[in-house]
């Protein structure tokens, strides 16, 4: 395909426009966080509890009190502008099922014009459709499939065929967005990770292995998660192997040997989410200390964000019992990433 050269070029100043913006607000970040004063870099925001599947070890969809009415596209771009004004450089939208929200091309679109990185969890059964209208701005994306094994996946994740559309979508997706395929790992699948490398690597796919976690919100009683938990010193020396051996399969050392280590405990709090991170619901609720323990509930509705952030101070470096044994990347990982910048370089030029 040739490009007219006056869409080159409107391209490049978007494209130098965007990482100028980007790279001013990640330097402040980095500063503030430095000089000890709370500054948010990164949200979480789950923009729909609607979701199509029934995985097993989830509980989103069991969970009742997840019938909530969800923000307008209006208010939506509202909190964006504030999350740009603190400081945000990178949204990941998570649900329920990201691409199930109305107007979802059109968050990613206006976050783009931001300069807000943009990343999303999909389970790929609507993103070969999508693609088309998100490819020129989303950033990244994590297809999940959790087994090489068609059955054993679509057993897990409660829809027939799922593990075909995941596939086709994530192959076609990495020729215009940076895809990674997610598997989340239990005792069951643990041996047969070397399988996924292969199919993956087959496919010209990245693939980052995570060990299933409990979350004990509302339903999580119901799911298989707790009978289902990987021995971590296993994972770590299975994934390790691995990435030796496969130059796909992503390894993060600072989280892998979080992992080993058995997770997050008082000894090794390294967990720095109330500080850096905005944990946003599809009402607008914002969560402290984290998106899935709700100690705090503050409505971005009513109040605004940077009047939330002060309020939420008191979060900051404060050890609960049930961040006993957490080893959830969405929320540690921008604690880790800060902290570890040499290791996230060789990271990110993993995926």
Same mark, same amino acid.
């Given at each position: ?64 009190? =997840?019938?909530?009415?969800? $923000?307008?596209?209006? /208010?939506?771009?509202? !909190?964006? @502008?504030? &999350?740009?004004? *603190? #400081? %945000? ?31 999303? =969890?999909?389970?790929?059964? $609507?993103?070969?459709? /999508?693609?088309?209208? !998100?490819? @020129?701005? &989303?950033?990244? *994306? #994590? %297809? ?48 047969? &990770?070397?399988?996924?490398? %292969? ?153």
């Amino acid at each position: 395909m040739i490009i007219p050269m006056r869409t080159y070029n409107v391209m490049k100043i978007r494209l130098g426009t965007f990482l100028f913006r980007t790279t001013v607000k990640a330097l402040r970040g980095f500063f503030k966080y430095k000089l000890g004063i709370p500054n948010p870099v990164a949200a979480q925001w789950e923009i729909t509890y609607n979701c199509n599947f029934k995985c097993k070890y989830c509980n989103v969809w069991r969970n009742k009190n =997840n019938k909530v009415k969800e $923000l307008s596209l209006d /208010k939506i771009k509202n !909190i964006i @502008d504030q &999350l740009d004004r *603190i #400081g %945000v450089i990178w949204i990941t939208f998570t649900g329920g099922e990201p691409l199930l929200k109305k107007d979802f091309p059109e968050i990613i679109k206006y976050c783009n014009e931001k300069g807000i990185i943009t990343a999303i =969890n999909d389970n790929g059964s $609507l993103l070969k459709r /999508k693609l088309p209208e !998100i490819k @020129d701005y &989303l950033n990244s *994306i #994590g %297809v999940s499939i959790d087994s090489h094994d068609e059955r054993i996946n679509d057993d897990i994740r409660g829809v027939k065929g799922s593990f075909k559309k995941a596939l086709s979508s994530a192959i076609e997706s990495k020729e215009y967005i940076r895809t990674v395929v997610n598997m989340t790992v239990t005792s069951k699948s643990l041996n047969s &990770l070397e399988k996924m490398a %292969v199919l993956c690597k087959r496919n010209g796919l990245k693939v980052a292995f995570t060990p299933v976690s409990i979350i004990p919100t509302e339903g999580y009683e119901k799911t298989c998660a707790k009978t289902v938990m990987v021995d971590p010193v296993k994972f770590y020396d299975i994934v390790l192997k691995l990435s030796k051996k496969y130059d796909n399969v992503v390894f993060f050392k600072p989280y892998m040997e979080l992992i080993r280590d058995g997770g997050v405990s008082r000894s090794n709090f390294v967990c720095q989410t109330p500080k850096l991170m905005i944990n946003l619901k599809p009402n607008g609720d914002v969560i402290y200390p984290c998106g899935y323990f709700p100690v705090k509930r503050f409505s971005a509705k009513k109040m605004s964000i940077k009047e939330i952030v002060k309020k939420s101070r008191g979060f900051v470096g404060k050890y609960f019992d049930f961040c006993d044994n957490c080893t959830l990347f969405c929320f540690l990982g921008p604690s880790l990433v800060i902290n570890n910048v040499k290791e996230f370089r060789k990271f990110a030029k993993m995926i």
